[in-house]
């Protein structure tokens, strides 16, 4: 199965839940491939590996290797990872010019569904060909959502452009959920916008709340997930609880 954790707004937390729901899939003895198409490359160093460490996620793009080809030991056990690289920003630019640009990263996939269980793919914070490219690889989509009034108009305009490409490049990519992240449960502003995610979306929003903690913070600087750095802390004990929920939907 392979998900994309987009949503094309900035902080919300796609690569801290990529790296994270991927070390808690591996804990429940899956096997586990996470890609960066970030050129932040913020999933890359939080799994502790070097920027530009080849191949990367641009060399998958530009038809140079395939995905599985690329996967190397991320660190934790059952976890694997195809790096991101600063290139990626000259894709967005170079894509466009190839044949089929959306369709690259599925041509390029090779043979990760007999290798992995579960593949999430982290997705740059943008509606641009990187993630439209993800989107069409994929088989399911997770849609963080920081737990501010702002993230609301956001996720309305990514579920548009979702609904775009499975009408237009795949009809089998479904919605696996929508994901409130960095909530903290003191403040009425969470709360709110929590209860007004739950009224609108309803059964899409995963019962399963990722708290705002300093353990899931920190964890990146030690380049392993929150899963490893803290394993009792409420962010691990969360993501634990997410890779259960999104298992048991399917």
């Known amino acids: 199965m392979i998900y994309s954790v987009a949503n094309q707004k900035g902080g919300v937390g796609k690569t801290t839940t990529a790296v994270n729901l991927g070390a808690g899939f591996a804990q429940l003895g899956r096997k586990v491939l996470v890609v960066d198409l970030d050129q932040q490359c913020n999933a890359t160093v939080a799994f502790g590996l070097e920027k530009q460490d080849s191949p990367t996620t641009y060399e998958v793009l530009s038809g140079e290797v395939t995905l599985s080809e690329a996967a190397k030991p991320a660190g934790p056990d059952n976890v694997w990872m195809v790096p991101a690289s600063r290139d990626l920003a000259g894709a967005v630019v170079e894509l466009p010019r190839l044949e089929r640009p959306n369709f690259r990263l599925r041509e390029q996939l090779g043979s990760i569904d007999e290798e992995f269980d579960v593949v999430l793919i982290d997705c740059p914070p943008a509606l641009g060909p990187i993630t439209v490219n993800a989107l069409v690889a994929s088989d399911r989509v ?86 490893d750095y803290s394993p009792s802390s409420r962010g691990s004990q969360a993501y634990l609880a997410l890779a259960d929920e999104v298992t048991a939907r399917g």
């Open 142 to 227: 997770i849609v963080p959502v920081q737990a501010e009034y702002l993230a609301l108009e956001g996720l309305v305009e990514f579920l548009d452009t979702l609904s775009t490409v499975r009408r237009e490049m795949n009809p089998t990519l479904e919605l696996a959920g929508v994901l409130v992240t960095m909530h903290d449960e003191r403040t009425r502003l969470a709360q709110d916008v929590e209860r007004e995610l739950r009224d609108h979306f309803s059964e899409t929003v995963f019962r399963t709340v990722i708290p705002r903690t300093v353990r899931v913070a920190e964890a990146p600087s030690y380049g392993i997930p929150v899963t």
